[in-house]
């Protein structure tokens, strides 16, 4: 069954633990996902980015969840994650989706607030969760001086103020978490965290999962956070485990015996996922 995001996020609020989000960019990484959570009985949020959605096609991720979830008896949620346009959000909101995020964090705050309201009356008017975003989450490649770093994380006020206009129900913030793979590790700034918390009252998404040692994503649990996504290291625990298998056997023609590989390791990183957020065993408490 494909449940709204937002019970999941209230739930682990409460529970004091935080549900990973993985991106999905084909069936074997969407089955290691959901499998992964019926073995460890842990709510889960299987997620698309817009490129990810068309290139499988929100349709066909809609029927492979909703069979996956009923074939392991499991609920998941299932997201569109950094939506990149009121289409793409009401595309998969029509084809079934049970949240959206709408990423307007490259634009103004005043266009942000309108775009991200249009898509939160969309969703809503059907039961569907909205996330959004202010402040600017950077991309790996992205070399920052501490000036740039600084300005690109989330203002509280204006994390308050696009709460409070938008209804969105979860809010990604930028809080020196980056997308990708960490050039040095990463440091949370966790009093920016705890002021957008206690402003805000909503919950708060980690995006840029990959990397972020495991005691701060503990603390970050602690202050606030419900939803942390994690994509670059499911797809590089995959994509290194695929080349192992190929590695072994160059001229194997077996594509299940490749893609079992695969699916094994991945759900190994995901199981080390669900324990670092503690959701491990939450998933009958939903
Ligand atoms: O939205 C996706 C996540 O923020 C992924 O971040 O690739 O660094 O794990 P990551
Ligand atoms: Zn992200």
């Not at 993985?22 to 990484?29: G, K, L, P």
């Not at 409070?164 to 913030?173: P, Y």
């Not at 705890?194 to 503990?218: C, F, M, N, W, Y």
């Not at 970050?220 to 485990?241: E, H, P």
């Amino acid at each position: 069954m494909l449940v709204p995001m937002k019970p999941l996020l209230d739930a682990a609020l409460k529970g004091g633990y935080a549900v990973g989000s993985f991106n999905v960019a084909s069936y074997e990484m969407m089955e290691s996902i959901i499998r992964t959570a019926a073995d460890c009985e842990s709510p889960v949020i299987v997620s698309t980015s817009s490129a990810e959605a068309r290139y499988l096609d929100p349709e066909v991720v809609v029927a492979a969840a909703r069979a996956l979830s009923h074939k392991y008896g499991t609920p998941i949620a299932l997201h569109l994650d950094h939506g990149d346009s009121f289409e793409m959000a009401t595309q998969c909101i029509r084809s079934g989706y049970t949240s959206v995020m709408y990423d307007g964090s490259h634009l103004s705050l005043h266009e942000n607030i309108a775009l991200t309201q249009q898509v939160v009356a969309a969703a809503h008017a059907v039961g569907v969760t909205v996330e959004g975003e202010i402040g600017r989450i950077q991309g790996v490649e992205d070399d920052l001086i501490v000036d740039e770093r600084e300005a690109s994380m989330t203002d509280v006020n204006e994390a308050t103020r696009f709460a409070h206009e938008t209804g969105i129900d979860a809010l990604a913030v930028a809080i020196g978490n980056a997308h990708g793979f960490y050039k040095s590790e990463p440091t949370l700034d966790m009093a920016r965290l705890s002021a957008i918390r206690s402003a805000t009252d909503i919950s708060i998404v980690l995006h840029g999962g990959t990397g972020i040692p495991a005691e701060q994503i503990k603390q970050a649990v602690t202050l606030g956070i419900a939803k942390i996504n994690v994509a670059s290291k499911i797809r590089r625990t995959f994509m290194n485990a695929l080349h192992g298998a190929l590695a072994e056997d160059p001229n194997t023609t077996e594509v299940r015996d490749v893609m079992t590989v695969g699916r094994e390791a991945m759900m190994a990183a995901i199981k080390e996922s669900m324990e670092m957020l503690g959701s491990i065993g939450k998933s009958s408490k939903v």
